[in-house]
């Protein structure tokens, strides 16, 4: 009890300081893969154009750089990053300024050459993502030969002091009987963490029933993640409340940071938390009439005061106080009703 009070006074403090230390730039919404799961619904040629870097970091140097802290990290995101022909001069510049900066990528594109040209650049971590053995991974990714570049991919990257490296799994219903044999498959190569998520009832996998869990598989699901032990660390993510599970299967306890410790900056120039997060609801601003750093410090009022999720299946609950309507890419629409309770999964 004493240690719930204490985290919820911790969280406290961390919404009323909202210091930014991570910022997402949805750098491209082009892609060479067609993920069944994609919530941004990407493609290889993107709605938009991607961004030119010299708008980026016109917004960017809006942020003071004494109140940028040690492990402030940009982060390329997409779209598939390794798209961009400059993705070596966004590296190249971040470093400039004394900023860490990583890649979420599928991995199709990292092969050697890339890897020595990301790492010159000062590339400090990767991301990519397997999303279950050969023939689930292809038919999620929607192309065949995504596994082998996303094995190749990790294997250079496993090898790699020089950077944080994880692997990122999408736990379905076409892979959840594979778990044991992907831990397996990504210890063999090398990977040192292994970060597990599941689908909210967004983008392309809305409608979709192979992409969601049901409870039970949910509920084997964390029983695996506790029950898991090795070389290779397992966790899993930060998208939800877990109840009985909460220290099990991460290392902190459930804190949802969007809009108190993250932004992002998407491909339009919109202002928002973490770009899964609804845009249209909870945008905050836009680079190309606000100034990014002024944005932060005065609005993200949702985000900081989350009583108003006490609405729907979360009014009343007697976990809000921990869980606080959940994560915040739960939350879509008129927001008149969460999309998504871990918590109520846990409960069978």
Known sequence: MLRNTLFRLFRANEMKVHELN????ECTTRCNLHC??????????GGEEDMPLED??????????KERPPEFTLVLTGGEPLLRPDITEVGRAMRRRGCSWSIVSNGWFYDEAMHEKLISAGLGALTISLD??????DWMRGRSGSFVRAKRAITIAAAEPRINF?????INRRNIGQLDALYDELAALGVKHWRIFTIIPIGRAKDDPEMHLTNSEFVLLMEFIKAKEGPMAVSFSCEGYLGRYERAVRQNPFFCRAGINIASVLIDGRICACPNIDRDAFSQGNIYRDNLWEVWQERFQPFRDRSWTKRGICEGCPVWRDCQGNGMHNWHGDCSEVINCHYRKTLI
């Open 22 to 25: 991570y910022l997402f730039w």
């Open 166 to 170: 994880d692997v990122v799994s999408c």
């Open 56 to 65: 980026f970091l016109r917004a960017f140097d809006t942020i003071p750089s």
């Open 132 to 137: 279950g053995l050969e023939p689930e991974h």
């Open 36 to 45: 069944r799961h994609c919530g941004s619904d990407c493609m290889a040629a």
